[in-house]
């Protein structure tokens, strides 16, 4: 089995997957908080499928990128689990994710994903008509990077003037990592977090001396 998560966005997404079916599913009601709710979240995945940690033969963890606690709280807990339970985890690049499955659904290329990165930025990457991805991700104001070609995740309803044509999904499914993972549909990454830049909270050098 294979339990995937997905903390780059203000919700967490859960999936646990077998033979390449969804056995469950499940999406946080609350947004942020992502340290309070994954466990718990695991723990309703394994419980709706019947199943146990013990059977999860491997880890899928979305790897942003995103904000700086919410990736942490995820690769943490993918890394703990491959740890303790000696398995191998795998990340992905959580725009791949919501690219793969915007293709699966019909959309064309070119195409763009953008999901919320705050302070007015957006985290984007621009793909083919498959859900390869073309160039990226990084980040930008989204006036830097407007475009009229479909753009699928958050930052298209954020930011309508600079996206004016946004295409669901909004956010990540864990379902669809799972599947990305298990048929190697992406870049498979090291359990690492794609922050683009700086986290908000740095340690504090001392102050040099006047000399």
């Not at 090291?190 to 922050?195: F, T």
Request: proline share 9%.
């Amino acid at each position: 089995m294979l339990l995937a998560f997905d903390t780059a966005t203000p919700q967490v997404t859960v999936a646990l997957l077998e033979e390449g079916q969804v056995l469950a599913e499940t999406v946080s009601d609350r947004t942020m908080k992502h340290g309070e709710q994954l466990a718990p979240l695991i723990e309703e995945v394994l419980r709706d499928a019947g199943a146990s940690r013990l059977d999860v033969t491997a880890v899928a963890v979305g790897a942003g990128p995103g904000p700086f606690t919410g990736l942490r709280v995820g690769l943490v807990t993918a890394r703990t689990l491959g740890h303790v339970l000696e398995i191998p985890v795998y990340a992905v690049c959580t725009l791949d994710v919501l690219a793969l499955e915007a293709a699966a659904e019909g959309l064309t290329g070119p195409f763009v994903v953008a999901t919320d990165a705050r302070r007015k930025e957006v985290y984007l990457a621009s793909y083919d008509t498959d859900g390869r991805r073309l160039e990226g991700p990084a980040v930008a104001r989204p006036a830097e990077v407007a475009t009229t070609v479909p753009v699928v995740g958050e930052g298209a309803r954020l930011y309508p003037d600079a996206f004016p044509n946004a295409v669901e999904p909004m956010r990540p499914s864990a379902g669809w990592l799972a599947r990305a993972v298990a048929e190697e549909q992406v870049e498979l990454l090291d359990p690492e977090p794609l922050y683009l830049r700086r986290p908000d909270a740095v340690e504090q050098h001392p102050a040099k001396p006047v000399s």
